[in-house]
């Protein structure tokens, strides 16, 4: 039976579904009675929820968050939707149909990263190959870059997006470098794959996606030249000779990649290898931001909502 | 015999070379005797002449602006180098180098036009297609076209910059266009083509670089438009229909093309090929300056001074 | 019998009486049921409609947009106002009391635009006399420009107002240009008459007030200077000799009247006369949005909101 | 005999004139012989002098600032022009042509004041019409006020500035008050008569155009709004009654009339009556910017030099 | 009883208590029956009050604004909440408890008024100390300085808000004070005291928090300033001797005391004094804002809602 | 012999000194002879040096960078200084009085390195503590750390600046917190600690100030917060157990401390201790900025001269 989503529900509907549950909370209303509020979500949204004639043990057995069977009804209180529970059991992930929580990528994670792998490859440096394979090696670390999302709103929010995002850089970077011959491709190349690697530890992306206190304590930026230093100190450890000026130059195309300060860069760019990788990461991001914009509303007007993001309104014909 | 550069003159050389000769005016000193104060260049900077015991008939002859044989020495007034003309005589255009007097693109014209010929000739839509061959056949625009600079400072600033630029923009194009299915190429295209045309216009560069008076007031993203227009309207009158929003999209990819209001762009990107368009004109012009930079200073620093446009110092150390 | 204003209809009420319609579609329930969603709206307001057991005949029959007749009842949903509606019949537009639709300004639109052909014939150089007379002899554009309005919201949001706007401002230019002999008097009220004469094309305002597609992309101030050109080039056609710094003066004053890059201006004033008619239009258009603002809230109290525009809350209180 | 403008030495030339001084030092020479460094100015410009074999008598004897009669030469030094004094004495203010240290305004300084006098007995309102009285009444304060410059660049920078841009502003004021007929009459010229009063006290006049202390620290806006709260003190305390709205409503348009935090108005616009105030106050300064700066160039060129504070060069040519 | 909070009220639920009252306004429905709308407010909150059945001597009697005891319910309408009066009643002001409708510092504020008073007695210079003890000698006025909120929103807004700020400002310049030893220490406890006494004057504060006319206008900044010289009018009206510098200094602090001209302070910092009060001022108020909206969300996450102010989300874990 | 100060050499004198060289080349004059392009430095200044008559081992002997004594003497060239050499021989640097070359503090390093120790001994926090103590215990780190400047200008820009920085703020963190209860006070004494360490990397101080290439590319900030990850890797290796959340707070406030983007800020304040670090860090700065401002001019006035980093003069006169 297919999911009903969060944003389909109209007020009045039976429920009788999986949701994640967040945030649990057992309370007692004035006349003493206990009863538990939470948010149910999935990938389309997120609702109130509220359990009257809650007991202890129930509360207790919630997970927080994690997964649940609900059985109620839709109710409309105060102009919000909640839902109304009479019936809640926690369910296993393995039981759960996770893309009906997160979306994900309608390329094919398997073939982006070879295709990746087979881009980065092309790196002669000695020393960026070295560090560009430490990270390839890095299994537990791979698995979390095929499967991160590009960010929490704005462009590539879903599973697979940064790989996404990074291998489609790195196709336009193959594709441009050769009309650019004093850039140094393999600086371009290392800048491109880690420049935002950081996004693996920003965000989290198990059951929903949401920023790690880390994540926004630090932001990706720095996390990924953290990464990047704490790799080179490991080779360095093992004995592999790795200049510092490579090192640098790295962090400096990693650090400078928004382009502005405003955006969060602690520096602008100084190097050409710098300016492409911001000029191509930004290309790439607005082209599926402004995608997902068109794509996403339904409407027959020529013309989006306001996008605050780009402060315009977006044409949406096709002209030609 | 080569020409003796303006930069490099020092103080106390004999001269006896052309130069452009700009503002010449005729003025008394304080004991009456008559002289002419003028300014004399090349591409390499300016200095003031001076010629004492001057006569309104020497005064009349001279072009204002023209080029000049001059006579006479350098020397030093008021710490600024100045050149005093024992004589001075009218030499005509076609007796000059002019590259002495203007610098110019490295690579061929004639190639990169055939190159960007080929690459618009990819247009499919019937109404650019007749657009863009309207402007192709103006050989007294395309002349113009092929010498422009691509700007007064900054970036691609010689003869010839302009075609450079809009050539290399192409080829970027047609490199990653396959990358974005969804951006309708045609647009994109004909964008980049006369996103700068009315550069032919705002400047002027026939001994020196300098703006219009038109230029100045109109600026070259609205003369771009302008242009457009113009040629629609010409190709109207003579019965080729052309859809108002094949044209306004075309206007609104050149207005937008500078990406942000405080770089007088009067729109915003409200479309993906405005989009495009703007990033690979960015992309382009910044590796340019940037390349520039570091090639133009002469120095054993790892950095270039400090650069206002960029907000930064750029590292010029290549460290593959 | 008055029209029952959008914002004045409260929940449970019935309904009998014309409205602007918008967007509908013909949509099935989930039981496959047939109902068509759509726009209701007039002067004060817009609604969301529904019209359920619908009919594709019924569907096919409606404007969109247009006049229609509704008979049915308010009702709260989600918190919103809908209209249910049980009947709907298309209306012709003569049969519409249009002003319960569009504002209109509260001064005679003949008297205004008589008074503007006095003032502006006090030009006296012949060039700029040939122009202004062109688009006053173009009655099509006149017709277009005695009703347009001055703008989407802010001010002189209705019917006349870009009349009302130009016409105040040629008003004030004549009263103080005798105050300021070295200002060019012939550009001035040329610049005011045409500074804003795009707007007949970026907004449309038969129905109701809305942008224009070309008008979004291009804007008021980029077509404006298109369409003196585009009338300058039809002068030269017949014989007609302009001279280009005329043009190009006016152009700047048209492209400049906004003062500032980020109110979308691609040129700064750099003549005197730009800078009083951006002076004298920003005046203006101030003082009718502080009006404007003042008169529109109903409230004891000293002060209006928080204006957005003005980042300040207004003085309503007359003090003396 | 002309006085000898201090921008018109050359070098080598003798020197036999009166100059203002400033901030002379004895100093003594590497092998200990006393001079004397100062700065020596006129109304065109300052240079450095040194008189060389001085003595502390002489030293002694110099104002502080004040007028000296100069007998020496000009010379180059280190690329500056300095004058070497052989001759120094003291001559007395009676003495001094003070038209060659302080630029003045071209106009009837009388005259103005008699105008404006009559324009602002305009005001109705009593209570605005003894605050205003009560500064006409100030001699001391209105000898000031009639001979105060208008800033000490930009606008108005000279002798009788101040009251030649208030008489102007009253002057638009009355030419465009009956046009706007909701704006309270009597605010806008109290207003405007007031609005730069202050700068009486922020800059110093009476040899050279500087700041006060107390002018720095403060700054004319807030100057001006303590003068009109001590005046109504004052009134006040001999038993005159004055809402305190009209105070505030006074104050406000004062403290308002720069338009903008960042031009340093601690609050922006938020009656009709403070809109116009700082309209006019902005289109009479800078016309009166534009012109000074169109004139004060000595060129061919159909543009002036960068012009700093309005971000654009000037097109000087009178087209019509 | 405990005093029911609008903040607690829920759909449904019978109301009998005090409420403060504000801007009733007597209308009549469509079918002429004659109801007061009214808000009905305290420290929690603000709800719409309905009185159907109403009288104009109902009407009349009601205070506007002040206190009343309502009788009646909470109701849902539109989706918001408001309460339907049965029976309405004046309370006298003394029979309110009025902590239960303006918020209070939690700190004892006749100690803070004696140890402030302990710390201004430092001041060593004659000059402030006659002036800070006219302050303290206004009883009237330091009354008004106990009571007054330090804002309206954001830090301190709260009775005796701006008296523990100024307190514990005093106290952090006392602390760092010896550690720069070149800051005049008796500007610095001088411009503390006296830098927002014109909050007294700028906020109302009896039944409500509130702007008053004159604060709006005027702002406190320069009520400050104001204040500051009309005590220093009457001083010296007394014979007291007072320099200006002493003045213009204190005054200098005061209205830079923002420290940036878009937080509307009409002048930076420009002396040691001035630099250490605007950053012990901002200090505190950052520190007391981030408690507040630190302490005031009751969630279990460790990050607040997104603060605007601050332009980021605040981490609440204390993780030591 | 005292050193004859850069700033302190007039044309035309004898020079037999030590200075700093920097940057030789060889280069050959248009009649083909060698000389020596170099530039001379002390702490007061640069100038252009040439040895005329040079030979390709005079060339290869000198360092580049170093110390060297010149023989020879001083002359204006082109309204420039410069030196023009006779003899020049290396001098190795421990017969160098470092001091003429590099400004240092004026406080005693070791004492103010004690009571640094003495501050940051009262973090309590085991998990900080073993960080603050891995860092004591890097003597080479600290040995830097003690001698390293604040900054390049503006600020501290001595030996023993940073220090100094460092151990006021600390002293003000120690007297205020007391006054913070909330504020975690381990966090605070760690984040001033170590918030600047990285500037250890930024500078070099050896000879002159100037920045490191990786100080360039990744700036202090980022460095600081890398170093403070690689130590608390070392640890952890080390079997030191040390919580995320830790690190990253300590790291939040390093990341924060110039509290917004334009500064250089990746992430803006977001804990209390974060706001208490940047205040404490940019009064600490700005009060020895003034004090430096008003120091290093030796002028009458009350004002110094424009300030571009306060965008003021600053107001010099004692006034107490």
New interface residues.
Partial sequence: MAHKFISKIE?GEPINDIYMIR?P?LRSTTRGDLYIAMYLSDRSGQLNGRMWQATETIYKALPKPGFVHIQGRSE?Y??N?QIIINNISVVDVSKVCIDDFLAKTKKDIGQMFEQLKEMVSRIQ?PQ?QVIVKAFLADEELMEKFRNAPGGMKLHHDYIGGLLEHVH?ML??AV??LP??P???E??VLAGIFLHDIGKTEELSYDMAFSYT??G????H??KS??MV??KV?ALRAKGTQI????V??L??II?SHHGA????????????EA??VY??D??DA??NL??LA?DEEQ?????TAWKNA??????R????
Avoid: C
Wanted: no cysteine; hydrophobic share 40%; net charge negative.
């Fill in positions: 007020p945030d909370i409309l105060q102009n939707l440096n960026l489609n196709r336009v594709a441009i009309l650019y004093n850039v140094q393999d600086l206190d880390s926004q304590l630090i932001g930026i720095v030249i953290l230093n704490q100190d200049e510092q000026e490579i640098d130059s962090g400096h650090l300060y405003e955006f969060g860069s602690p520096k602008l760019p100084a190097m050409p300016f492409m000029y191509i930004d290309l607005k082209l402004v995608e068109i409407s027959d007007s020529n013309w780009l402060q315009t309104r977006l044409y014909k096709r002209i030609l």
